[in-house]
């Protein structure tokens, strides 16, 4: 990580290294104001994940989407040059979030089969989920099913007020100058529907 941090520096000094998405980066800055900080905001976030990629409760994976997927997408917005919006800044929020928790979603029986469980200790002891259970009978283990769906709502939460944020006063349209960064949320949708 420390080479993105110093990467980060570099761009913002006008000598980014030579690496594809440092000089791609450096150009979007001169273009649009993409604030050093939401990238150093993203490295740092995923620095830590590296060290402790599980969480004991819903607040800190938040913040862990709050800093990374959220994050992303202001930057998107930035780029767009859409980042006055308060309603966009808090769609972009509310999808990151649903972002983070859809991935997670996804990638459970991956990170499982490593011994990583990403549904927060929290939730998962509310279904009497065990998680080394978890991590031998997989999808058949007691309570994860349960679990799964809570994880999953809250992620559907998440999209729908997203969705419902840019709507209001757009006669329940989604505005067109924000759809480069909310189409991802399409792909969202599709995993929680399935």
């Keep these: 990580m420390q080479f993105w941090k110093d990467a980060i520096r570099m761009i913002y000094e006008g000598k980014p ?8 980066l450096h150009d979007a800055s001169k273009v649009a104001q993409v604030s050093p900080y939401h990238l150093k905001r993203i490295i740092d976030a995923r620095d830590v994940e590296l060290s402790s990629p599980a969480h004991l409760n819903m607040d800190t994976l938040f913040a862990h989407a709050e800093s990374t997927s ?4 202001y930057i998107l917005l930035s ?21 983070t928790l859809t991935t997670l979603l996804r990638a459970l029986p ?6 990583t469980m990403v549904i927060p200790a929290s939730m998962t002891a509310n279904h009497h989920v065990s998680q080394e259970e978890v991590f031998r009978r997989g999808p058949d283990a007691n309570g994860i099913q349960d679990a799964v769906y809570e994880f999953a709502t809250v992620a559907n939460d998440h999209l729908l007020t997203a969705r419902e944020m840019l709507k209001e006063g757009q006669r329940h349209r989604v505005p067109r100058a924000v759809m480069p960064v909310f189409l991802n949320a399409v792909r969202d949708f599709d995993a929680l529907a399935s």
């Design 17 to 24: 290294p030579r690496h594809p998405i440092a000089i791609a």
């Design 70 to 73: 959220s994050t992303l997408n």
């Design 79 to 99: 780029i767009l040059g859409l980042s006055s919006s308060e309603t966009y800044s808090h769609a972009a929020s509310h999808l990151g979030v649903a972002q």
């Design 110 to 115: 991956y990170h499982a089969s490593k011994g």
